[in-house]
């Protein structure tokens, strides 16, 4: 079942809805903020994606660092977390920014108060990120707000999918974003094969949530029928933050929009049919029928009489066996192409 995200149809045979995501690779600064959202509308992004949350509602004191997280300046997550945490203010200016720029805003909630946030700013969409899949309070708030929901499900089992969808209800409009949560994802570890799986239990849109390195994966997905890709985006890879490496630069997201774009064009259609670029090559490269020799009018056709030469002509090759046996109404030089006309035509007519 397709959704409706900012007016876009995501599912089915529509375009892949491409989600730049920002998370919190602005570093906690609103100006930062605004000059990605503009450079990921510049690459083609259908939308950008944001963290929102309340850091004391997220992590406790003792919550340490994931080793991709360590490499900056902070001891803790809750440290980490409350340099790069924006005010509500600041998302409701970005959510304004983004309308004006006609990309769509998305964001994940980390708590219930920032769900509520969101909703409060009417967001078209709400993601829930791999790590509150199992976070059935939060789900059970957003469940209730008829909003379409975007679910990740790194680190999850098929069964906590199943069991977080049918905790949403049936009226609950989702999509699912197949997802590896290491920082960079490993190839062999990305197992993309999963949206078979995925597309058979669920009947709704799905996505791949893409932390690996380079372009190589999007442009797979696209070929493989997902319908959503998520990229994280930055102005910089050497900024400081847990992110900025695992992400794309604008001039690489753009090529991996354009890259997609291509894809969906060069899929095309299942139906086996001559293409219109295709009909001058055909003209000159299939082959006709031509004569071996000069023949006078009356001279029955042999296989031997015939060389099938480019271009086809008026008698395609594939015609050889129709032509045998009938007799010449004309005379033909030798490297003559054979017509129709030349022919005497049995005739059935009594």
């Known amino acids: 079942m397709p959704l409706q995200i900012g007016g876009k149809m995501v599912g089915k045979e529509s375009p892949m809805f491409i989600i730049a995501e920002i998370g919190v690779n602005h570093n906690g600064s609103y100006e930062m903020a605004k000059k990605l959202v503009i450079k990921a509308c510049e690459a083609g992004a259908d939308a950008v994606k944001f963290q929102t949350y309340e850091t004391d509602a997220l992590v406790s004191e003792e919550a340490a660092l994931v080793n991709y997280q360590k490499k900056g300046m902070y001891s803790s997550q809750r440290e980490m977390l409350k340099s790069y945490q924006l005010s509500k203010k600041e998302f409701k200016r970005l959510k304004v920014f983004c309308d004006k720029k006609g990309i769509v805003f998305l964001s994940t909630p980390f708590d219930v ?13 709400i993601k829930v990120g791999s790590g509150d899949l ?82 190589e994966v999007p442009f797979a ?33 753009a090529r991996m929009v354009a890259g997609i774009r291509a ?60 032509v045998i046996g009938k007799k010449l109404q004309v005379a033909k030089s030798s490297g003559d192409a054979l017509r129709w006309t030349d022919l005497e035509m049995v005739s059935y007519d009594k």
Do not use: W
Request: overall charge negative; aromatic content about 8%.
């Open 113 to 125: 108060t920032s769900a509520r946030l969101l909703k409060e700013m009417n967001v078209d969409a």
């Open 134 to 215: 199992t976070y059935y309070h939060l789900l059970k708030e957003l469940a209730g707000y008829k909003i379409p929901l975007i679910l990740s499900s790194g680190m999850a089992s098929l069964e906590e999918i199943r069991k977080a969808v049918s905790f949403l209800g049936n009226s609950a409009e989702v999509a699912i974003l197949h997802c590896t949560s290491a920082y960079p994802a490993p190839f062999k570890d990305l197992h993309l094969n999963v949206i078979q799986t995925l597309k058979r239990v669920f009947n709704c849109p799905i996505g791949y949530s893409d932390h690996s390195l380079g372009l």
């Open 221 to 253: 997905v696209a070929a493989m029928g997902y319908n959503i890709i998520e990229k994280h985006f930055t102005l910089g890879r050497d900024l400081e933050g847990p992110d900025h490496q695992a992400s794309l630069m604008p001039d690489e997201f």
């Open 263 to 322: 894809i969906e064009s060069a899929l095309g259609s299942e139906e086996k049919v001559t293409r219109p670029s295709e009909l001058e090559t055909r003209i000159l490269v299939r082959r006709g029928i031509y004569l071996n020799g000069d023949y006078p009018p009356g001279h029955v056709i042999h296989e031997e009489d015939l060389l099938f030469l480019r271009p086809e002509g008026n008698i395609s090759a594939s015609s050889y066996l129709d």
